[in-house]
């Protein structure tokens, strides 16, 4: 369990430096334009955790073997790591840090609706929507199952191709 929380630790503070960094760029409060595609590349972080994670997991503490299994449950315990610790920074950001975010990347996605040719009702709509899903608690469990879904999902890509047998002489 030492390899999952190192690498959950690690690689969610990872996210956190990218945050502040996109931040203090600013890409998340006057820069949306920038910061729509930016976001992006934070969601490779995590990936990039589990794949790591799972290799120092075979290397360092099964002895260069590791079964599917081994590195699926690795992978979820780091995913679970991360998104937990990502999830509650992002609560803190929004709401601490950066209140205004929300309201700011709803006026940059409204003013591209509106250059779009988007009418106004829909516009409308969709701000609400993307408002009411990004409400406390919605986004946050949705942030955290996902991340967790996600994890799961690349640890058994990754858990494929990094499995060994022990060698039979």
Do not use: C
């Not at 955790?49 to 780091?78: H, S």
């Not at 409204?110 to 250059?115: C, E, F, I, L, V």
């Amino acid at each position: 369990m030492k390899t999952e929380i190192k690498y959950g630790v690690i690689f969610a503070g990872i996210v956190v430096l990218y945050v502040l960094t996109e931040h203090f760029l600013g890409f998340n409060t006057t820069r949306h334009d920038i910061g729509q595609y930016t976001r992006y590349a934070g969601v490779l972080v995590p990936i990039l955790g589990i794949l790591f994670g799972i290799r120092e997991k075979r290397k360092k503490e099964l002895n260069g073997i590791m079964t599917f299994g081994q590195g699926v449950k690795t992978g979820f315990w780091i995913a679970l790591i991360q998104t937990t610790i990502t999830t509650l920074w992002f609560l803190l950001y929004a709401n601490v840090i950066n209140p205004g975010f929300l309201d700011t990347m709803l006026e940059f996605e409204r003013s591209t609706m509106a250059a779009a040719g988007t009418t106004e009702a829909s516009i409308i709509q969709q701000l609400d929507q993307k408002r009411t899903f990004f409400a406390f608690p919605t986004f946050q469990i949705f942030q955290e199952g996902l991340g967790i879904a996600y994890g799961v999902l690349f640890a058994a890509m990754f858990s494929f191709f990094l499995k060994r047998k022990p060698s039979t002489a």
